[in-house]
């Protein structure tokens, strides 16, 4: 339990600070032009925390722990891309199958940064990990 703890507070110091140079750089911008109709003028922050705790405690269980099981960088970046293409796809293609007027270019984009982040988070904890303990 204490390594899926460990895991999680590193992945969560990774992945914020990962997003926040996506977020505040890039995506901001992107999105208030690409998706000025849909977005809200106020961010409701609770559902973004909501998923960063879900996308990282799931991170841990089903790449990172068994990465470090294994003793596998190779299975920390390949599993934390796949990982990271699969919840962004879910969120990007719903939307996009549903949502009238949902950029294929944000899906595409989205698709593209969700399997970064999932592989720099995973492989990024994984290198900590092993570095620190």
Same mark, same amino acid.
């Given at each position: 339990?204490?390594? *899926? ?13 990962? +997003? ?10 992107? *999105? ?29 269980? !089903? ?13 920390? =970046? ?12 879910? *969120?990007?293609? #719903? ?11 944000? =899906?595409?984009? +989205?698709? #593209? ?12 904890? *994984? ?5 620190? !303990?």
């Amino acid at each position: 339990m204490l390594l *899926y703890l460990k895991t999680i507070l590193i992945s969560l110091f990774v992945f914020i600070v990962i +997003d926040l140079i996506w977020l505040t750089l890039i995506a901001n911008k992107l *999105y208030s032009e690409e998706l000025a109709g849909i977005l809200k003028e106020k961010i409701n922050f609770i559902p973004a925390i909501i998923f960063y705790i879900i996308f990282l405690i799931a991170l841990s269980i !089903f790449v990172v722990v068994p990465a470090l099981n294994e003793g596998s960088l190779k299975k920390a =970046v390949l599993l934390g891309a796949l990982f990271g293409l699969v919840t962004y796809a879910t *969120y990007d293609l #719903t939307n996009y199958a549903t949502m009238k007027g949902f950029p294929l270019k944000i =899906v595409l984009i +989205d698709l #593209t940064w969700g399997t970064f982040l999932g592989m720099m988070t995973s492989t990024v904890t *994984y290198l900590i990990y092993k570095w620190v !303990f």
